[in-house]
Nanobody, 128 residues
Framework: QVQPVESGGGLVQAGGSLRLSCAAS????????MGWFRQTPVKEREFVAA????????YIAGSVRGRFTISRDNAKNTVYLQMNSLQPEDTAVYYC?????????????????????WGQGTQVTVSS
């Protein structure tokens, strides 16, 4: 099992950048595909970005493509979400999620129901 723990959220002005980190406990981090989601009080949990077990395959949601990137460092048991050119509509609680995988291919996952392990979330607020 892994327990994701997010960090790096905060308040930033529009146009600014933040890097979120998600540290996952356990010795088998490379056995998990990882994803980032976000949620506001008025919207369902929304997919943001996903990465396969190695970091070699990634997918970014259309709403943030070109501004956000996802990466991972298996030696540090950490996945990152680099967020640039932030806009007020990016304001949300950002969650990190992990999915156990049993074959080391290029698969990533975009549905929240596909993940079994979730962090507590980190708040990102973008002021205009």
């Amino acid at each position: 099992q892994v327990q994701p723990v997010e960090s790096g959220g905060g308040l930033v002005q529009a146009g600014g950048s933040l890097r979120l980190s998600c540290a996952a406990s356990g010795r088998t981090f490379s056995s998990y595909a990882m994803g980032w989601f976000r949620q506001t009080p008025v919207k369902e949990r929304e997919f943001v970005a996903a990465v396969n077990w190695s970091g070699g395959s990634t997918y970014i949601a259309g709403s943030v493509r070109g501004r956000f990137t996802i990466s991972r460092d298996n030696a540090k048991n950490t996945v990152y979400l680099q967020m640039n050119s932030l806009q007020p509509e990016d304001t949300a609680v950002y969650y990190c999620a992990a999915r156990r995988i049993y074959s080391r291919g290029n698969d990533y996952y975009t549905g929240p129901y596909e993940y079994g392990y979730w962090g507590q979330g980190t708040q990102v607020t973008v002021s205009s």
